[in-house]
C-alpha cells in the first residue's frame, strides 16, 4: 500500500511528520511507499539529520503550508500547491491509497471532499475521533465535518460508524447512542427527535439516546451527533482531561506526604493518562470519502503521527470504503436531494 503524508502539517510541523514516518516505517512493513509531501529540500534535511532510510520513501514536493489559523475553504481554492492539497491529490490521482494530516482539520476536510468526493450514496462524511471508555473505545461522529447536519445525515454516520467499529475493532452489532439531553426517547430537539425516529426504524443497533455523562461508562461503539456539538464534546473531554491531570500534580507537590504517594501512583497514574492519550489512538478518520483520510491531533508528536499512518493502513487492509459502500447500498431510505 501506499500513503501520502502532509509533512508539514501540525503544531510541530516538519520534525514530529518525519520521525513520525520513520517510525511507521520501522513497525508497518505493509506499507510500501510512504510519500512525504512538502518542501523537498527541508523534507531531505530532516531525514538525513534522523537518519531514516529512505527505501521506501518518496518525496513529493508541495511549495506552500495551510497554517493553523487560516480560512480552511479559501487556503484550498487559492493554495493550490500546499502540502495538504498536493498530498491529497496523490489519492485522487490513484498514486495513493490514504493521506494522512495534522495540518489544519478544516483543509483536511475541504481538500479530501472538494477532490475525493463522497462515496456512493454519502452525502455528507464525518470525522469518527476515538473517545475511551470502560469497555474499550467508541467513536464519536461527526466531530467538526459536518456542523449543519440534517436527520439523515446522521442515519448515514451511524451506518460508516457501525462499519468501522465491526471491521477495525471487531465489534459484533456495535452499539449506536444519540447525544441528547435526557435518555428518554421524548427528550432532546426536532432535529434529534428526528434522527431517533430513523435510527429506530433502521436495522441497526440502536440503544437510543445517551446523555454526557454516558460517554465514559456505558457500553457504546459509536456516539451520534452534528459536527458543531461533537467537536465542542472532544475538545471538552481533552480540556477536563488535561485539567485534572494537571490538578493532581499540582496537589502532589504540595507537601512531602504528597511526593510520596505521588511516587507511588506515578506508574498507575501514567497508565490511566495513556488509556486517554490521543497519541495512543493516532488519528480520526474522515469516514465517507472516496479515499481514506485520517485526521491527525494538530499537536501530534512523533508516535501520534505514527499511529494515525497505522490506522490509515488498517483502514485499508479492512475495505473499510468498500464495506461502507456495501452497507449503504442496502439502507432503504432514500437520499434527499
Not at 439516546?209 to 461503539?221: A, Q, V
Not at 506526604?257 to 495513556?274: N, Q, T
Amino acid at each position: 500500500m501506499r500513503i501520502a503524508l502532509d509533512a508539514m502539517g501540525g503544531d510541530d510541523g516538519l520534525e514530529s511528520n518525519i520521525k513520525g514516518a520513520g517510525m511507521a516505517l520501522d513497525t508497518l512493513p505493509s506499507i510500501q511507499e510512504l510519500y512525504l509531501v512538502g518542501d523537498q529540500e527541508k523534507i531531505t534535511k530532516s531525514l538525513d539529520k534522523h537518519s531514516i532510510s529512505t527505501e521506501r520513501i518518496t518525496i513529493s514536493h508541495a511549495s506552500e503550508i495551510v497554517e493553523m489559523n487560516e480560512s480552511p475553504a479559501k487556503a484550498i481554492r487559492r493554495k493550490k500547491d500546499s502540502s495538504i492539497s498536493v498530498a491529497t491529490d496523490l489519492v485522487k490521482n490513484g498514486t495513493c491509497e490514504a493521506v494522512v494530516s495534522a495540518g489544519n482539520t478544516g483543509a483536511a476536510v475541504t481538500a479530501a471532499t472538494l477532490k475525493l468526493r463522497n462515496l456512493n450514496g454519502i452525502d455528507r462524511a464525518g470525522i469518527a475521533s476515538p473517545i475511551p471508555n470502560e469497555y474499550g473505545v467508541s467513536y464519536i461522529m461527526d466531530a467538526g465535518a459536518n456542523p449543519e447536519a440534517k436527520p439523515h445525515h446522521l442515519l448515514q454516520y451511524a451506518i460508516m460508524g457501525s462499519v468501522y467499529s465491526s471491521y477495525v475493532h471487531g465489534k459484533k452489532n456495535p452499539k449506536i447512542g444519540l447525544m441528547s439531553n435526557g435518555a428518554e426517547e421524548e427528550k432532546g430537539t426536532a432535529f434529534t427527535k428526528e434522527v431517533f425516529g430513523l435510527l429506530k426504524e433502521s436495522n441497526l443497533n440502536f440503544i437510543g439516546n445517551i446523555e454526557g455523562h454516558d460517554l465514559f461508562s456505558k457500553e457504546l461503539d459509536v456516539v451520534l451527533c452534528d459536527g458543531f456539538t461533537g467537536n465542542i464534546v472532544l475538545k471538552t473531554c481533552e480540556a477536563t482531561a488535561k485539567a485534572v491531570a494537571k490538578w493532581i500534580s499540582e496537589e502532589i507537590q504540595k507537601n512531602a506526604i504528597g511526593k510520596i504517594g505521588g511516587a507511588l501512583v506515578k506508574p498507575a497514574f501514567k497508565a490511566a493518562m495513556a488509556r486517554g492519550s490521543y497519541e495512543e489512538y493516532g488519528g480520526s478518520p474522515l469516514l465517507g470519502t472516496n479515499g481514506v483520510c485520517i485526521i491527525a491531533h494538530g499537536g501530534s508528536s512523533p508516535i501520534a503521527i505514527k499511529n494515525a499512518i497505522r490506522v490509515a493502513a488498517e483502514s485499508i487492509t479492512r475495505r473499510i470504503n468498500p464495506h461502507i459502500e456495501e452497507e449503504i447500498a442496502k439502507l432503504n431510505f432514500p437520499s434527499p436531494i
